[in-house]
């Protein structure tokens, strides 16, 4: 064996074992789309109001924020793009609580922090009832709310009276039934440069905020005149806490503590880190796509792939014999090659993936084709059949280039304008081109040299002659 070919033998040695290292085993390693993981698809439409006209900026802006906000989220190849003029559509595949999710994206997340002027005192809950089916006590339960909602009717009108005079000012309420009149925004989320998740000394989450260097000025402002006065934490127009200042804060840190979940805490932490949306939003469309659906679509994708390649394998070994043979282990070397290209750049499969795998089939054989046309040319020339396979390698690679940069322009054309599943399809494409490409030019030349020097791979060669 020539040195060339010894090099050629070492470098397919090395990818095709860094390849089986990477893709075995295979459970849980490459990313599935919606189509075949379920998930959550969401449908949003900007809310254009007076103050803020829906533009080519503020959805961009918008979508920003989105992606931002679903990447610290820890969602896999999710699909943000934006359709019409005002509207952004959302896939999250592998996503077990929609709402949640839901939550995360559609909350404008607007934090402010406000003087408390005036509040109203929290609506008492009615005493727990033992027959709660019943008529009777299903009445009290009524009258209790009626007059509860009375009460919390009055104190909204009577704060807003009093608010009608102070420049600035929101009436707010909190989930206790309190109302509260707000002064103007003391400190805003803007001024944040993080905001994490970490837990109080009764073991309760909260949300540790830290400042930017003018933010921080103005919270250490904004405590010092208010020692003594309670400041409201609001978000999105509703009081989370209205904590007593009990001294001026200085250091740019604060915190945010209410009834959280940790996963409410952590959802907020990433909602405030990512930034607020530029521009509110409505669900138009909030639909699950279930695993068992995906499922079916991973059958079925690989029922086809499957049967494609069965029948390419069939064909080359029925037409070329031997030479078949070389032809479809370089065919399966090729197919390994895409999924470790796939688990390695952490891509997602999706249905259009697995067209783009079994496209990749179709052209990795192409390319034996021409190499072996070109061989039989050679051979009914006179050549030798090692001399054959040189000659005829020499011949078809330009073909085989030209025919693969082709197709990978195109790919990257449509992983460009492209999204969601077209970009999904390109990728596969693009990996099964330079495997197909790998294959063609090195490990079929490996494999035939070595066959070449038996006769029933000669004699498969002067027989398609």
């Not at 789309?33 to 006209?53: R, Y």
């Not at 805003?188 to 009764?202: E, I």
């Not at 783009?356 to 030798?384: H, P």
């Not at 063609?440 to 002067?462: C, D, E, K, P, Y």
């Amino acid at each position: 064996m020539l040195r060339r070919d010894r090099w050629r033998l070492g470098i397919v040695a090395m990818v095709v074992l860094a390849a089986l290292v990477t893709v075995f085993p295979l459970s849980g390693k490459i990313n599935l789309g919606l189509d075949l993981k379920g998930g959550a698809h969401i449908v949003l439409q900007a809310k254009e109001t007076e103050e803020n006209k829906v533009t080519e900026d503020s959805i961009e802006r918008l979508l920003a924020v989105l992606r931002n906000r679903i990447d610290q989220y820890g969602v896999a190849e999710p699909v943000i793009q934006r359709e019409g003029r005002d509207r952004v559509i959302v896939d999250l595949p592998g996503i077990q609580d929609p709402d949640a999710a839901l939550e995360l994206i559609g909350k404008t997340a607007q934090l402010e922090f406000r003087q408390v002027i005036s509040a109203t005192s929290p609506v008492p809950p009615g005493p727990q009832r033992q027959n709660y089916d019943s008529d009777e006590e299903f009445k009290k339960a009524q009258e209790r709310w009626e007059a509860a909602k009375a009460e919390i009717d009055a104190g909204k009108e009577n704060l807003a009276r009093v608010g009608a005079g102070v420049e600035g000012s929101l009436v707010s309420r909190d989930d206790e039934g309190r109302h509260y009149l707000l002064g103007k925004t003391l400190v805003a989320g803007k001024d944040l440069v993080d905001a994490k998740t970490q837990y109080d000394n009764l073991g309760r989450a909260v949300v540790a905020l830290t400042f930017s260097s003018g933010g921080a000025k103005l919270f250490d402002e904004a405590t010092a005149a208010n020692v003594g006065r309670q400041i409201a934490i609001v978000l999105d127009g509703i009081v989370i806490s209205a904590p007593v200042v009990q001294e001026r804060i200085t250091g740019g840190n604060a915190q945010i503590s209410g009834r959280f979940s940790p996963a409410e805490a952590s959802r907020l932490s990433i909602m405030l880190r990512a930034g607020a949306l530029p521009i509110a939003v409505d669900v138009i469309e909030n639909r699950s796509v279930g695993p068992s659906l995906g499922e079916d679509s991973i059958n079925s994708g690989i029922r086809a792939g499957l049967i494609g390649a069965a029948l390419v394998f069939l064909f080359m070994l029925l037409y070329y014999r031997t030479l078949g043979l070389a032809a479809d282990t370089a065919l399966a070397v090729a197919i390994l090659l895409v999924f470790a290209g796939l688990i390695s750049l952490k891509a997602t499969l999706t249905l259009p993936g697995i067209a783009g795998i079994v496209l990749t089939i179709g052209m990795a054989v192409d390319g034996n084709v021409l190499i072996y046309e070109r061989m039989k040319e050679e051979s009914l020339a006179g050549k030798t059949p090692l001399a054959a396979i040189d000659a005829g390698f020499k011949k078809a690679l330009t073909t085989i280039l030209d025919a693969n940069i082709t197709t990978l322009i195109a790919a990257a054309v449509l992983f460009y304008f492209g999204s969601g599943p077209v970009r999904g399809f390109a990728v596969t494409l693009s990996i099964g081109i330079v495997a197909s490409v790998f294959c063609n030019v090195l490990v079929t030349r490996i494999i035939l040299q070595h066959f070449m020097g038996r006769r029933s791979a000669a004699a498969s060669l002067r027989t398609r002659s």
